[in-house]
Every structure is written in C-alpha cells, then in structure tokens.
C-alpha cells in the first residue's frame, strides 16, 4: 500500500519543527474532529494545546532531574495529621506559587525527621552545609527582594551563629531572608522515628515490658550490698 501523502508530509514537517506531541496525536485528532464536526480552527486548537500541554510537562520534568532532590516527594504523600504545627491551608496556598511571583521566602523550621525536606520538595529545594555559609549568604543576597527562597532547617535561629561562625553574618542573612517570609514550623514526632517503630512492632503491638522491668529490678548482688 502506498503511504498516504497528506500524512507523510504533516510528519516531515512536524518533525522539523520539533513539534512531537503534534505527530503523536494529530491522527486521533483529526479523527476526533470528524467524529464531533469541528471547524478547522478547532482542530488547529486542539493540536496546539496538546503541544503546550506537552511541553510544560517536559520542562517540569528536566526542572526536577537538574534540581536532584534527595528523594522526590509531592504534597499529595505528606500526612498533616502527623503534624498539626504545620498549617495546611498555607501550604496549600504556597503550592500556588504566588510567593514566588511576590518574591517572598518560605522558611520550614524543625526537628530532623519532621517532614522539612518533603515540604521544600514539593514546592523547591536546595541543601546546605557548614562549608557553604559564605555562598548561602552571596545567594540570599542577590535573590533578595528578586527571587524567592525555600530554607528548611533543625535549628533555631539563635542557633545558626553556631553554623555561621559569625554574629554579623548570621543578623544580616536572616535580616535578609526573614523580610518577606513564611514561616513553617514542624513541632511533631519524627517521620522516620515513627516508622522504625512500626516496622519493629507492626499492628501497633507494644514491645515485651518484662525485660525493661526486670532490669528495674534488683538483683541478689544488689539485694545482698544493702
């Protein structure tokens, strides 16, 4: 059978202009458009859309893969009734991404294991260490009052000279970060605590108290040295 030459020079074309959502789906919608009777300017739309659709979904995936998060985690498996410091209705606010566009920051403040990182994930995340204080407060700088910056971190602010090594510098990165911010504080339970005791007493059962009270206890020797 000879190829179709109204299909073949679409896929030439479409080809050279890089438009693959186009060449994947230009068939079933032009069948679709048969079906319901659509104009040509709604068949044009329907084939741009897919595009668009397309391609802000392969932009987002190459934004994660160069982000090389710890691990990749959605807003969707974050348990807020595991922490109820955590306000949900702001977090789900910030998911908007409107802070961004205000160039305001978002700083989560926690105990390790609290869900910190998860919540940075969802919305953006950059690590940071000891060595890097100098760089962090360069970064701050620049993006302060242009960009917006997601910081999570296990000490309280009165804390950080300790990392920072410097009064001044630690007063002047977070008179910077702290102008326009959101604060998180995640007060609860660890994440990672609480899983390992599960794991170790599945269905909730409680460990065996007998060893722990007979340790309590006790002994002849102790009995006998009173």
């Known amino acids: 059978m000879t190829p179709n030459k109204s299909h073949l020079l679409p896929a030439h074309y479409l080809k050279q202009l890089k438009l693959p959502a186009i060449l994947r789906e230009y068939a079933a919608v032009e069948t679709a458009c048969t079906q319901d009777r659509c104009d040509y300017a709604d068949f044009l739309l329907r084939l741009v859309e897919r595009e668009a659709l397309d391609r802000e979904k392969r932009a987002a995936e190459r934004r994660v893969k160069a982000a090389r998060f710890p691990l990749l985690k959605t807003l969707d498996t974050f348990d807020f009734t595991a922490q109820p410091s955590i306000p949900e209705k702001l977090v789900r606010e910030l ?15 926690g105990n390790s294991g609290t869900g910190k990182t998860h919540l940075a994930s969802a919305l953006g995340y950059v690590p940071f260490s000891k060595t890097g204080a100098e760089l962090l407060f360069e970064v701050i700088s620049r993006a302060y009052e242009r960009l917006s910056l997601i910081v999570t971190t296990n000490l309280p602010f009165e804390s950080w000279t300790e990392v920072f090594g410097s009064e001044r510098l630690t007063g002047a990165l977070l008179d910077r970060l702290t102008h326009r911010v959101h604060i998180l504080e995640a007060n609860g339970p660890s994440y990672q605590l609480r899983e390992s005791q599960h794991r170790l007493h599945p269905g909730g059962s409680k460990p065996d108290q007998r060893a722990s009270t007979d340790a309590e206890e006790p002994g002849p020797e102790d009995v006998s040295k009173k």
């Open 95 to 109: 998911m908007g991404g409107e802070y961004a566009e205000r160039h305001e920051n978002v700083l989560l403040v």
